[in-house]
């Protein structure tokens, strides 16, 4: 049984940055998709950053050119470097991961960031 668990979260400043990290309680290799999404209250879920492949990248625009997002497969890691926080990243971060063949999805319980204005 694979699972996501993240940390990392937790409450930073204005200009201020955090990584998280997925850890993967099985094989990385597993998963053909990963990425990190964030809900922020009384908001809809949405997709903040995005590797396949382990080279190919995508990111939301709301944090282009701020986030990176890096996986390590030595480690069964997937990261997420967050550089010039804004109050409006404020959420909680979500990991998931999508299995190749059957394109079963798996979710991480999720850690909160919290960036003070």
């Known amino acids: 049984q694979v699972q996501l668990v993240e940390s990392g979260g937790g409450l930073v400043q204005t200009g201020g940055s955090l990584r998280l990290s997925c850890v993967v309680s099985?094989?990385?290799?597993?998963?053909?998709?990963m990425g990190w999404y964030r809900q922020a209250p009384g908001k809809e879920r949405e997709l903040v950053a995005r590797?396949?492949?382990?080279?190919?990248?995508y990111y939301g625009d709301s944090v282009k050119g701020r986030f990176t997002i890096s996986r390590d497969n030595a480690k069964n890691t997937v990261y997420l470097q967050m550089s010039s926080l804004k109050p409006e990243d404020t959420a909680v971060y979500y990991c998931?991961?999508?299995?190749?063949?059957?394109?079963?999805?798996?979710w991480g319980q999720g850690t909160l960031v919290t960036v003070s204005s």
């Open positions: 998931r991961g999508v299995v190749g063949v059957s394109n079963l999805e798996v």
């Open positions: 099985g094989n990385i290799f597993s998963f053909v998709t």
């Open positions: 590797i396949r492949g382990g080279t190919s990248t």
